[in-house]
């Protein structure tokens, strides 16, 4: 966790190079340990290579030939620096532990002409050519001559930084040249990796969920938290920073272990807030400024749902830390101005009731969780129906919260619309069989069997157990429809049948080929909304079902398929209407891992965090007869050993805590730094 490690063995050499990030400087180290397998001495050479990036993203993409004349990059005193000509922006640095013999620093005369990485001229011809690089394409490449005896090792040490000052290189750099200090920078980087997955530890009848929860998932929720949506493999950082709607679900997961940077990630997404409660749609973590994209409508410059989520987010932190002291904390909002963080909340419901549609639901501006479902035209009349259902939800929890911050009649109020829009979406967004998704500008229903195309949503199907709008009956009703038309041996579809054509009203979800994206592919952070709502029925064998479906260990049984790294979740997996059915997309930095944290702890263990403290109450396969959970919770680790006897799904009939029988399912909050033993049989 943390650092990738290659290993090579080619003609009895044997080479192993990590890579990692040390916890403490702005830099990256390779170690580099050859071995010689064989019995004579050897002679070898060892090259480096890098390529520097030219500082500007944007001017790289836009102006290239540019930076390309401002480029400056040189070798002194064995250390090669990169920067620009006016020395702006700092330096980047390479080094190696090793007595550099020959360097290059242009790219052109490491490779040579005609040639690429594959052949650099440089390695055919034993050495590199000294070159620097004023202006031009800016590399690091070094060579080092090495001998070794038979079965001798060597450890190179390669660090690559980036520093303000030069004199501040040579000092770290120092440091990283030698194996102790690495070796303790690594022991540290592991450590607090193991520290972090130290707080949550399970042992159930599945493998699979065990091997998930115990390592990968939180793994991959922190590192989807600390890099949002910016720069990755799939994102160039430029347009995309931190999602509002991306950064505030991401935070639901973690929230549990890392209390103090969710809550400054949710006092700086509400910094991004407006005056009447409108938020940007990004913000870029290193200048904290925010913007919306530029898909966004300029008449219309917001999405129904992202300040929303601002309010689901806190009120999921105040549950999971019991720390409401969050709400007393003054932030800015963009025009300048300040006010508490509750009265935020306060100003996120405010926009969207003032921004209700002809038909009563939340006008869509740019688009709604679903980024391309942007229903144009001429009145911006565009309506979400799952957005009001989100609505209904932050209502509902805002409401709660204000009756522990002792805002009892805005806590009524809150109450009463809450209320209001559920009747309203039972009356105008039921479509016989199951949930409408939106309303077109012009006011045709999205999501409805009498549609050509695009028949029935998930998403207005989940939700609408999710956020207790759906009567029991219509719960079950629309829930079976979900299994019936969107189900698949890959996961849930988000839509059928897909869009096969460009429907001008419906705007980039039929820009997208059926089967990909949100056209009707396996949208994998929508999966554990179903998860959540079969729970909520009860019905544990169908959420275990459609939990095992998606999950990274059950893909890796058929990875030449799935094709992405079946460790971790993808953001999609194409749909049954694709010729690549069930291949994945867009890995890693994805809200599917919060949510099936969520799904898979709260819901499927059913150990849920209240305001007050856990509740305990699994919705598991009638097949598992045990299974534990050791977890934190707030200053206490709670230790459950829940039992089965009688195969239930769902339903507790006694709790013991510390060996006293309580009444209930709840569990108090402790915060005593001890450990609490809960024994609790279903039944
Ligand atoms: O909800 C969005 C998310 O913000 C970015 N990725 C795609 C999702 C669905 O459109």
């Given at each position: 966790l943390g650092y990738t490690r290659i290993k090579s063995s080619y003609q009895e050499v044997e080479t192993e190079v990590t890579y990692f990030v040390p916890m403490e400087d702005d830099l990256e180290i390779w170690r580099l340990e050859i071995h010689n397998k064989s019995s004579a001495k050897m002679n070898l050479k060892v090259f480096s290579y890098i390529e520097f990036c030219l500082w500007q993203a944007l001017g790289d993409q836009n102006d290239l030939q540019y930076i390309q004349n401002i480029a400056v990059t040189k070798m002194q005193n064995n250390i090669i620096y990169y920067s620009t000509f006016d020395r702006k922006p700092g330096f980047a640095y390479f080094s190696s532990s090793q007595n550099i013999t020959s360097f290059d620093c242009d790219r052109e005369d490491f490779i040579g002409s005609y040639r690429s990485e594959a052949n650099p001229l440089a390695v055919e011809n034993g050495k590199c050519f000294n070159s620097i690089a004023l202006g031009g394409n800016p590399i690091a490449s070094t060579c080092s001559s090495i001998n070794l005896e038979p079965d001798e090792k060597e450890i190179i040490f390669f660090v690559l930084g980036v520093t303000d000052k030069i004199e501040r290189a040579k000092e770290v750099i120092k440091n990283y040249h030698n194996k102790a200090y690495v070796d303790n920078q690594f022991e540290k980087l592991k450590q607090s990796w193991e520290s972090y997955l130290g707080n949550l530890l399970v042992d159930t009848p599945s493998d699979k969920m065990n091997l998930m929860l115990n390592v990968w998932n939180p793994y991959q929720c922190k590192v989807t938290f600390d890099w949002s949506r910016y720069v990755s493999f799939y994102e160039t950082g430029i347009g995309r920073g931190i999602g509002f709607r991306d950064s505030s679900q991401d935070s639901m997961a973690i929230s549990y272990v890392l209390p103090l940077q969710v809550r400054q990630r949710l006092l700086d997404l509400a910094r991004n807030q407006f005056e009447n409660g409108n938020v940007y749609h990004v913000y870029f973590p290193i200048t904290k400024e925010g913007g919306f994209p530029d898909y966004s409508k300029p008449e219309m410059p917001f999405f129904s749902d992202d300040h929303l989520w601002l309010i689901l987010a806190t009120c999921d932190y105040v549950k999971q830390?019991?720390?409401?002291?969050?709400?007393?904390e003054e932030v800015e909002y963009v025009e300048g101005s300040k006010s508490n963080l509750y009265n935020h909340l306060e100003q996120a419901i405010y926009f969207t009731r003032e921004n209700l549609g002809p038909n009563g639901f939340p006008i869509q501006g740019t688009a709604d969780?679903?980024?391309?479902?942007?229903?144009?035209?001429?009145?911006?009349a565009g309506e979400s129906v799952w957005t009001a259902m989100q609505y209904h939800l932050a209502l509902k929890e805002l409401s709660e919260l204000s009756d522990r911050y002792k805002q009892h009649q805005n806590a009524q109020k809150l109450f009463q619309l809450a209320k209001r829009m559920k009747d309203h979406i039972n009356k105008f967004a039921w479509d016989g069989n199951w949930y409408l998704r939106a309303f077109t500008d012009s006011g045709v229903p999205v999501g409805s069997s009498k549609c050509e195309e695009g028949q029935i949503f998930l998403n207005s199907q989940t939700w609408a157990v999710i956020s207790d709008i759906a009567p029991f009956d219509r719960a079950i009703e629309s829930m079976e429809n979900v299994r019936l038309h969107l189900d698949t041996k890959h996961g849930l579809m988000l839509l059928t049948p897909p869009y096969t054509r460009f429907y001008p009203e419906l705007g980039g979800i039929s820009t997208l080929h059926p089967g990909l994206k949100e056209n009707g592919s396996i949208f994998c952070h929508t999966n554990p909304w179903a998860i959540i709502a079969e729970c909520k029925l009860g019905r544990g064998n169908l959420a275990f079902k459609y939990y095992l479906q998606i999950a990274p260990p059950t893909r890796n049984e058929i990875a030449d398929v799935h094709r992405a790294e079946p460790y971790i979740y993808s953001q999609m997996i194409a749909g049954r209407d694709h010729p690549k059915f069930g291949m994945a997309k867009n890995s890693w930095l994805t809200g599917t891992a919060a949510w099936n944290l969520k799904a898979t702890m709260e819901y499927i263990l059913g150990v849920r965090p209240t305001y007050e403290g856990l509740v305990i109450d699994p919705c598991i396969p009638s097949s598992w007869s045990h299974f534990t959970i050791i977890r934190r919770f707030r200053n206490a680790i709670y230790d459950f050993d829940i039992k089965n006897p009688d195969n239930v799904s769902k339903g507790v009939i006694s709790i013991m805590i510390d060996g006293e029988k309580v009444e209930g399912n709840k569990i108090p909050d402790f915060r005593d730094e001890k450990k609490h033993k809960i024994i609790a049989t279903m039944g």
């Open positions: 830390t019991g720390d409401i002291t969050i709400l007393d969780w679903n980024d391309t479902l942007n229903l144009p035209g001429p009145n911006n």
